[in-house]
């Protein structure tokens, strides 16, 4: 679904992704894991157009959109979760599902309702200002809203950041279930055990490069990401 | 003084300050739309309300128009400028700091200024008169202009439609999110150049309203008429707090009541009247910096 072939981006003289590539397979749940500053929110804003690439190619279903437009990325299928959230503060919780749904011009019912099923907290909150919600509401909240545009790519940025161990187990379920729809997810996480354990492609990404790549559970086994990432 | 004031007297300066005060809210309103969107100061809205005049004089001199065509083509075409002006000085300065629009901004303004001068001639022109408006109506001992009837009104149903289109559409959404936070708005699908234009196509139809009410209340057309009304109709959206739609509208109010309040009363000191919005100003930026409806959010941007 998504080709990514010597990736550079810099902000100045920063290089905070060096010529990266990976491939993003159809139908799949991939995961980029890494530390803090590894350039992993780099590459996912690169990929939606929200910082030009300073080379390299980026391909979705083999089309180039490396520097185009981000309103046009987004209108081809791809939708992103925000790291931090970004939940608009001043409109309530239907109106950030609607404005997710921004691009779209037929009912939003069956794609309001099913959101509500994944999170039925925000069908009990739907008339609240988005700025009002907890922190796990909102990212919930951003979840939903990113699944309005019906988009073929979900990429979600650290979607468990700030959750309690029992939500966070619950957001790994609803991503598997988003998956399931057949949508194609990349997720940026933190918490590599679990995604390790949701995604069937991961990727490490150290000071701006892959440095391994393989299947999720060959890393869960692989010594050098225990030792970094899983802390054992 | 005081006991010269009749309950006319009275009667009819609140009729004028309704007025002064629906005129103020329409140009106020392009000021703080404008700032929502792009934490701009629009220097440039006091001189598209001055070029909306002289639309609608040419369009009744010159094109022989009637006044509710030439009204309406006025507004229309006000909108176009707004459009013109924020693509021509704005819009390359998208990603520049925000200095750097203030001072495009103060361009633009002189630049409309002196093609004034040089096109339309510093020769002061006269507001073609509508009679329609300009009539005098007597209830009971008082008398009023028809316009200082209209105006509330037409102030009314523009606020009103406004505030429904911010509130309850489509467009207004992408308004009110784009105002917040460009990124995530990119993200949704929102194109923000569009809801930009757009918001600089409603302030300035907004204000070329307003220039047509001062017109027929005050019909003398020159190329810096647009300066006094726009400062004021700006300090009226500070005192509301910019940024907030309802707020510029209390302003404008409170600075017509203001303006007309204090002549009524004191009219001692009725030469400095153009002179309160700037004490009003200066008291609001010391007792309620963020304005009377104003957020105290520091600004995140
Ligand atoms: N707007 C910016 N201007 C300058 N440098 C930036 C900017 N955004 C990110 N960087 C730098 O780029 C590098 C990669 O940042 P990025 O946000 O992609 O990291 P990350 O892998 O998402 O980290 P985290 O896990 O902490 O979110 C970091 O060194 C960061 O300081
Ligand atoms: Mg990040």
């Not at chain 1, 109106?95 to 037929?106: M, S, T, V």
């Not at chain 2, 707004?82 to 002189?110: C, F, H, M, Q, T």
């Amino acid at each position: 679904m998504i080709k990514v072939e010597n990736l550079r981006v810099n902000y100045g003289s920063i290089e905070a992704v060096r010529g990266i590539s990976f491939d993003v397979p159809d139908g799949g749940i991939s995961t980029l894991i890494g530390a803090n500053g590894a350039g992993k929110s780099t590459t996912l804003k690169a990929i939606c157009g929200l910082i030009k690439p300073a080379s390299g190619e980026i391909l979705f279903n083999g089309e180039s959109i490396g520097g185009k437009d981000t309103v046009a990325i987004v209108s081809k299928g791809i939708s992103l979760v925000p790291e931090g959230r970004k939940i608009f503060a001043d409109l309530t919780v239907l109106e950030n599902l609607k404005i997710g749904a921004y691009l779209r011009k037929d009912s939003l019912k069956d794609d309001i309702d099913w959101v509500y099923s994944l999170f039925p907290r925000l069908e009990e909150r739907h008339w609240q200002l988005g700025g009002t919600l907890s922190g796990g509401e909102q990212q919930m909240l951003a979840v939903g809203r990113a699944l309005m545009s019906r988009p073929k790519l979900l990429m979600m940025d650290e979607p468990s950041l700030g959750l309690a161990p029992l939500i966070v187990s619950d957001i790994f379920s609803i991503i598997k279930e988003i998956n399931s729809k057949g949508v194609t997810i990349l997720l940026v996480e933190q918490n590599a055990n679990m995604a390790l354990k949701t995604a069937d492609v991961g990727y490490v990404m150290e000071t701006g490069e892959i440095t391994l790549s393989g299947s999720g559970q060959s890393l869960l086994e692989n010594d050098a990401v225990r030792a970094a990432y899983l802390g054992t | 003084m005081i006991q010269n004031l009749t309950t006319e007297m009275f009667i009819q300066s609140v009729a004028n300050a309704i007025s002064v005060g629906s005129l103020y809210a329409m140009v106020a309103i392009g000021y703080t739309m404008v700032y929502g969107i792009l934490r701009l100061i629009n220097f440039a809205h006091s001189d598209i309300f001055m070029m909306s005049m002289y639309f609608v004089f040419y369009l009744i001199t010159i094109f022989a128009l009637p006044w509710p065509i030439a009204f309406i083509a006025a507004v229309l075409a006000t909108g176009v400028l707004g459009i013109v002006v924020e693509a021509a000085a704005y819009r390359p300065l998208r990603e520049a700091p925000r200095i750097s629009v203030l001072i495009s901004s103060i361009g633009v303004s002189y630049l409309m200024e002196n093609f004034g001068v040089v096109v339309f001639s510093g020769i002061q022109k006269q507001f073609p008169p509508v009679p329609a408006f300009q009539s005098v109506v007597v209830i009971g001992s008082i008398y009023f202009q028809k316009l200082s009837l209209y105006m509330p009104v037409v102030t009314a149903i523009s606020v009103v439609g406004l505030l429904y289109l911010i509130d309850k559409t489509k467009i207004g959404m992408a308004m009110r999110a784009t105002s917040k936070d460009y990124e995530t708005a990119k993200l949704m699908g929102i194109n923000i150049n569009t809801v930009i234009s757009t918001t600089f196509a409603i302030g300035s139809m907004l204000a070329c309203v307003g220039a047509i009410m001062w017109g027929l209340k005050y019909p003398k057309i020159e190329p810096y008429v647009g300066i006094m009304p726009g400062l004021k109709c700006f300090i009226a959206a500070v005192i509301g707090g910019i940024g907030n739609i309802k707020g510029a509208v209390v302003g404008a109010y409170l600075l017509g009541f203001m303006e007309i309040m204090i002549v009524l009363f004191i009219p001692a000191l009725s030469s400095y009247k153009d002179a309160f919005a700037f004490i009003m100003l200066i008291a609001i930026l010391l007792l309620r910096p963020a304005g009377i409806l104003g957020e105290k959010k520091a600004d995140k941007v």
